[in-house]
């Protein structure tokens, strides 16, 4: 069986709720969704887990509040490689407005000591070794730099790590720089690499190119509602899931297509079935408030709805 591990250097509880619309400089009733022990890679390893692999959790948690994150480990029997740091993990709000987009107010959290980061590396390089898939996922905590997380990233390569990087702004420009073995940006992250506007499929296919060939064997982007495109050595994929009639919430939909890619390439699918699969994943994540496969039978008529159209391959 394949071992895998998740790494969250940035973790946060989410407080996730729904309200119509925000009027900005008002008063604003939400309806609380739930208050979560969460960071992307603890919602990758929650998915997993309920999917059937074992699954490790590293990175740093505040020491101050750390409760409900053991608890959590210990519950759904994650490895907890965790180090714990001074200071309090932070809380993230997510808002989904029932009319538009998630909102995320993220705060800044735990500062990381330089002695905190060499003892970090030092440890999840020597750990890293035993897992065959590592996913590193979401933004750097203060304290770690753009250049500091991109030199980590090259080392876990080096030593033959299969890193998947799923983050954003300055930590996936950092960490594309060390061509990890699968990213998983989204059209707006895409643009943002390129530096300019992507406007059609075939314009973000060739940025997702571009990409690729500095040396990423597996380039993902995730289009919202067009669905997501998948670039391997062997192939270029398009997948659409069935649109989602009943939204709750976003929050998570990003981290459970990471976790439905995962476990498809753990268990050997091919790259259509995976992108089928992750795919059905990530739009079940959307109709709850919370992130995680409770039932997986509940999968199935989203899966038998998802069309993949093979763009070059």
Not at 37 to 55: H, Q, S
Not at 73 to 99: C, P, Y
Not at 196 to 205: A, P, R
Request: proline content about 3%; glycine content about 8%.
């Amino acid at each position: 069986m394949s071992k895998i591990a998740t790494i969250t250097l940035n973790t946060a509880y989410d407080l996730v709720g729904r309200l119509k619309r925000i009027e900005l400089g008002e008063v604003n009733t939400v309806e609380t969704l739930g208050l979560f022990p969460a960071g992307k890679g603890i919602n990758v390893a929650k998915v997993l887990k309920d999917l059937g692999l074992d699954v490790a959790v590293g990175g740093f948690l505040g020491e101050d509040n750390q409760g409900d994150f053991v608890q959590l480990f210990q519950q759904l029997n994650l490895e907890d490689k965790f180090q714990r740091v001074a200071g309090k993990t932070r809380i993230n709000v997510k808002i989904t407005e029932t009319e538009a987009d998630v909102t995320d107010l993220n705060f800044l959290g735990y500062q990381i000591s330089p002695q905190d980061w060499q003892q970090f590396t030092q440890q999840s390089l020597a750990y890293a070794k035993q897992f065959d898939i590592v996913a590193v996922c979401g933004s750097l905590p203060r304290g770690v730099t753009p250049e500091q997380f991109s030199a980590w990233l090259k080392a876990l390569a080096e030593n033959g790590v299969k890193v998947v990087l799923d983050s954003s702004n300055a930590a996936l420009t950092a960490g594309l720089m060390a061509n990890p073995w699968l990213v998983k940006p989204n059209h707006r992250e895409l643009e943002a690499w390129v530096g300019y506007k992507l406007n059609s499929l075939s314009e973000i296919v060739e940025a997702a190119k571009q990409l690729k060939s500095q040396g990423i064997a597996n380039v993902i982007i995730s289009m919202g509602a067009e669905g997501s495109l998948w670039l391997s050595d062997d192939a270029i994929i398009q997948a659409q899931p069935p649109k989602c009639e009943n939204v709750v919430s976003t929050v998570g939909a990003g981290d459970s297509m990471v976790a439905g890619l995962i476990y498809g390439l753990s268990q050997g699918l091919s790259q259509q079935q995976t992108l089928a699969f992750a795919s059905a994943v990530s739009a079940f994540a959307v109709s709850q408030s919370n992130v995680g496969i409770p039932d997986r039978s509940q999968l199935n008529p989203i899966l038998a709805k998802v069309n993949i159209n093979i763009i070059e391959g």
